[in-house]
């Protein structure tokens, strides 16, 4: 008898683990995390990907192509000691949510019902996800960040060795778009098109058909990829709206009111996130700009990776929208959205503005790792949940994802951060990053993105005021240097074919949302503007760039400077002059002296260094101060046409 029931026992066994081992090889898996094997960091949303059998394995970043058509996700966390675990559905991403709950959830199977158990939310503190809503107590995690009582934290607070989660595809082929393709959307006219997505069955046939009103521009027909993805290329089509893309496959997807024009990535930091809602005469400017409908935006979400993203698996925090949906104008970025409203005015043609920014973030999140290496950037400090602060973050998961669509060109606001942070690297970093983005764009476009598509920036804007050399530190104004390559004005040979727009003269220490942060956003965005419509689109009557000096050394002490535009001159203030023997001394302790210059009818400015030079100067600097000048748009020298573009800063070394 008692051998009978062993082998009962046993039989049961057997039985069961088939079960659990059918029920876990129908499902994907997501995640696994086992004891012993090392813990995970705060964006491992892909970690050894290519090796399913890992002890530690993370796929989470795809969770959003799993999205059922009833817009949950089937999800199971499995306990391979216990045999058992949890299974459920829920709403939310939690991968994108940032730490903003569960939503949506609804058990179907669940073994561990304690401690307030309900689904997964991003936790970024003790782990990448965790189970708890509305609690500071965690009781059971994906992706630990460290040791907890010799495990991994488990249902009903169980301490187990291994972890796995599960996520069930539908059975039934389900075509999806790629998270940038929407209704209302802009793609890059006169180039081709790459439009992909994803799928949850491998060899299907769909087809793809564009219409220009009910006329039917271009049909193609394919079959999705062992991947389960799919991709097509668009020809060329002129700028102009009213476009629909249907794609048939098992189901039927479209976008709808597509149109064809001009797109640009808008990105950067905490300036380039500043929304309209802040600006000057904000109300007056978002009401004005409601009746530009041809100009469409969307937003990407904010999201970390540790490795290259697929997809933008964040999703966009602002959906494509037109300005008369004004909150959704209100919270976007106001010098994209003002940048594409100039040139709408100027082309008539849609703009399509996509914003990728990140507030606080310096130059090497949004750069690859090759961009860094030629640079010599070390590894990162731990920013602990501050990791988009850290080397490639931002690149893996806000702009490499986006790198398949045709665009035709960049504009970038950021610095601040890098006022402090590898400053004497920016030069290289700047022009490494620029370079990376417009290779991988051009590889992965095909060429229909080229590989020197225009970028254009903000030159570094003020902060507390800085009046007298009794703050020498000069890491504002070198950043401004460097972001010029260490030339003073672009295009040059280490930025080709860029653009740029100066911000020093924007000072808003009234701004509610600090110096840093002033609130005139309208002058940035039309001086950006102005250059793009002059070197991307080659019309002439638009300035590029400033009056531009030339120094000459009349005598040993006597300097002359000419401008090679006509200029005006505000005041004299603005010209300072190292007295020590080397200029470093003068940007970390000794400070810069304020000198004055003469000015003739014909615009030639002297300066006059036999007094203040007697034992020698190393160098003659322009608007050398965090913040050289106090009152708004009134720096010394402008030129004299209607676009009044100011001088911008610059640096001479000399020996006299």
Same mark, same amino acid.
């Given at each position: ?81 216990? @045999? ?176 064809? @024009? ?157 006022? @402090? ?236």
């Amino acid at each position: 008898p008692n051998s009978n029931l062993l082998a009962m026992l046993l039989g049961l066994f057997i039985f069961f683990s088939s079960l659990i081992s059918f029920q876990v090889s129908a499902w994907d898996l997501l995640f696994r995390q086992t004891y012993g094997a090392g813990y995970f960091s705060y964006s491992d949303w892909y970690k050894n990907t290519h090796n399913q059998e890992a002890q530690l394995f993370s796929r989470l970043g795809d969770l959003e192509r799993y999205r059922g058509r009833d817009g949950s996700f089937h999800l199971y966390l499995y306990y391979p000691e216990l @045999g058992k675990g949890n299974e459920w559905k829920q709403t939310s991403n939690p991968v994108a949510r940032h730490g903003q709950g569960v939503s949506g959830y609804e058990p179907i199977n669940i073994s561990f019902s304690g401690k307030g158990w309900a689904g997964l939310e991003h936790n970024n503190q003790n782990s990448l996800l965790d189970g708890e809503v509305d609690s500071e107590w965690w009781w059971y995690a994906v992706g630990s960040f460290s040791e907890f009582d010799g495990g991994i934290p488990g249902g009903d607070d169980i301490i187990v060795h291994e972890v796995e989660l599960y996520v069930q595809a539908e059975e039934s082929n389900e075509m999806r778009f790629g998270q940038i393709f929407q209704s209302g959307m802009v793609l890059q006219a006169n180039k081709a098109n790459l439009i992909w997505g994803f799928s949850t069955m491998p060899g299907e046939f769909y087809t793809v058909e564009l219409f220009e009103g009910d006329v039917l521009r271009y049909v193609t027909s394919s079959v999705t990829a062992e991947d389960l993805t799919w991709q097509v290329s668009l020809p060329s089509q002129s700028p102009g709206t009213g476009f629909r893309l249907v794609v048939t496959g098992q189901n039927i997807i479209n976008i709808e009111d597509l149109a064809f @024009g001009e797109v640009w990535v808008c990105s950067g930091q905490s300036n380039m996130d500043f929304g309209m809602f802040g600006i000057l005469d904000s109300e007056i400017e978002i009401s004005n700009s409601a009746g530009y409908e041809d100009i469409r935006f969307a937003r990407v979400n904010l999201m970390t990776a540790s490795e290259e993203m697929s997809d933008i698996w964040g999703g966009l925090s602002i959906p494509w929208s037109k300005p008369s949906e004004t909150n959704q104008l209100s919270s976007f970025s106001a010098v994209c959205f003002l940048y594409g409203r100039y040139l709408f005015d100027e082309l008539q043609v849609p703009i399509g503005l996509i914003q990728s920014s990140w507030g606080g973030t310096p130059v090497e999140s949004w750069s690859s790792e090759e961009a860094l290496a030629t640079c010599g950037v070390p590894s990162s400090p731990d920013f602990g949940a501050g990791i988009q602060n850290e080397n490639t973050q931002l690149w893996h998961a806000m702009i490499a994802p986006l790198t398949r669509l045709t665009i035709r060109g960049a504009i970038w606001y950021q610095g601040e951060t890098n006022v @402090g942070y590898n400053n004497d690297l920016y030069t290289c970093t700047f022009s490494q990053m620029i370079d990376s983005w417009r290779q991988t764009w051009s590889s992965k476009t095909n060429d229909e993105t080229p590989n020197n598509f225009p970028f254009g920036f903000v030159q570094l804007g003020t902060n507390e005021e800085q009046v007298s050399e009794s703050n020498p530190n000069s890491n504002w104004p070198l950043l401004r240097w460097h972001q010029t390559g260490d030339a003073g004005s672009v295009p040059n040979d280490i930025l080709p074919n860029t653009f740029m727009a100066t911000a020093m003269d924007t000072h808003d220490p009234e701004s509610p949302y600090g110096a840093i942060h002033p609130r005139d956003k309208l002058t940035v965005a039309s001086r950006l503007a102005w250059a793009s419509l002059y070197e991307a689109y080659s019309i002439p009557h638009y300035p590029s760039k400033g009056p531009e000096a030339s120094i000459i050394k009349r005598e040993a002490k006597i300097i002359e400077i000419k401008y090679d535009q006509t200029v005006v001159l505000d005041n004299l203030a603005g010209w300072q002059v190292c007295t020590a023997p080397d200029v470093h001394l003068c940007s970390t302790y000794l400070g810069w002296k304020d000198v004055t210059v003469t000015v003739t009818e014909d615009n030639l400015f002297t300066i006059d260094l036999s007094e203040i030079c007697a034992e020698g100067c190393s160098a003659l600097a322009y608007l050398w101060r965090q913040t050289p000048c106090l009152t708004a748009l009134q720096c010394p020298v402008y030129s004299a046409d209607a676009f009044r573009l100011p001088v911008t800063p610059w640096i001479f070394v000399m020996d006299v």
